[in-house]
C-alpha cells in the first residue's frame, strides 16, 4: 500500500503510519482485558481468573486477580 516504504525498517515504518509497535499494542490490549474483568464486563479473559477475596493485605484496594487452581 506504502511503496515509498519499501526498504524502511520496521520502526521506520510504524512512526511513518503512526502506529504502537505489536508489543505494545498487546499490552494495551492486556490492560483492557484486565480493567474488564474488574468492572464485570464481559470478556473470555475473566474465565482464567476469579477476583481474590482471600488477600489480607491488598495496599488500599480490594480489586486482585487470581489464578484459580
Do not use: A
Not at 20 to 37: A, G, M
Request: aromatic share 12%.
Amino acid at each position: 500500500m506504502f511503496t515509498e516504504l519499501k526498504g524502511k525498517d520496521y520502526y521506520e515504518r510504524l512512526r511513518y503510519v503512526n502506529l504502537w509497535t505489536l508489543e505494545e499494542r498487546t499490552n494495551r490490549w492486556d490492560l483492557i482485558e484486565v480493567s474488564r474483568c474488574t468492572k464485570d464486563l464481559p470478556t473470555h479473559i475473566c474465565e482464567l481468573f476469579t477476583q481474590g477475596l482471600n488477600f489480607k493485605r491488598t495496599r488500599g484496594h480490594t480489586l486482585k486477580l487470581e489464578k484459580p487452581g
